[in-house]
């Protein structure tokens, strides 16, 4: 008794020390260090296995609808109890009153132990012991959204983060040529298809992930043929695409892996 009164103290604290981790400024005070590392390092799709099982309570589609719990689509960085008309437990409509957001510490505390980390909440829940598995979460669920919460360590790409190889683009010219430059125009500046380049291509894509880019295209196009492009060759085109609007080429390949791709945010 002694012992779960002790944990619940500790809990409250704990609560009351993330919460005044922001900064006077309002701009919520960086992460953690050794949890933003974790996330960093986060295995998506052993974190999509593990939100499974929040599914019985929780739908996480984007405009997915309340079950027992609210949608957590789009929830890290997300203001506390933001679902209009779903009835809160009085300390989570609180803590949304009072202006929290869900910051990563705070999943990561509520993950581990809901009920001693915001004491009297209505979700049933034991928690995850293994911080491990709460990094693994939290990172896959930070990426169901269209424009995933900054984080350091998950550094938002700009044209001085490579994310592909010069090699890669230079054969993603010819591809392009072969494949898209009948539409697209021979540079890909447009001609009777929008173009892939300059500012609206950038204000449609800006924000967006890599990775929703990648599978749009091979979704999508050549719109006359969609879906027949193979993957290598998708790659190449988009990186002479990012060649095309201001990304340098790097160290680093671009690679057909939806985990990496999904951790690499387009900022124009
Ligand atoms: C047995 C049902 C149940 C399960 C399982 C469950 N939750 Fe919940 N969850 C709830 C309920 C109920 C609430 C509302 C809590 C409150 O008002 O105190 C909630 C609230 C939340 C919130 C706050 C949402 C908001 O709008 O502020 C988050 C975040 C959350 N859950 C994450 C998870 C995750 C991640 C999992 C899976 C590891 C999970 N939950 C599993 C029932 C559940
Ligand atoms: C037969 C003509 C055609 C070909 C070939 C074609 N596209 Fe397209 N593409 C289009 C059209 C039309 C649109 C606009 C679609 C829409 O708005 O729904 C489009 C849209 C796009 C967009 C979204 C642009 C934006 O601003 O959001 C991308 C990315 C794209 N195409 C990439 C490619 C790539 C890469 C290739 C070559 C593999 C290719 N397309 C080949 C016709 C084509």
Redo the contacts with the bound molecule.
Sequence with gaps: MAAARTRIAIGIIALAAILAARSTSGQPAPPDPALAARIAAADLAAGEVLASQCTICHTLTAGGPTLIGPNLYDIVGAPIARTAGYAYSPPMASLGAAGGTWTVELLDAFLASPATTVVGTRMGFGGLASETDRANLIGWLRTQSVAPAEMPGLAAVDPTTPVYEAYQADRGRN??GD??G???GPTAGGD?????KGP??QA??NGRTVWE?FN??RR?????APGG?EDER?AR??AY?LQENGYEAGPMPFRVDRASLEQLILRF
Aim: aromatic share 18%; net charge negative; glycine share 0%.
């Design positions: 591809y392009y494949s898209c009948l539409c697209h009777t298809a929008p173009p892939l609206v291509f449609n894509w880019l749009y295209t999508n196009m050549p719109a006359d492009l998708i085109i988009l695409i």
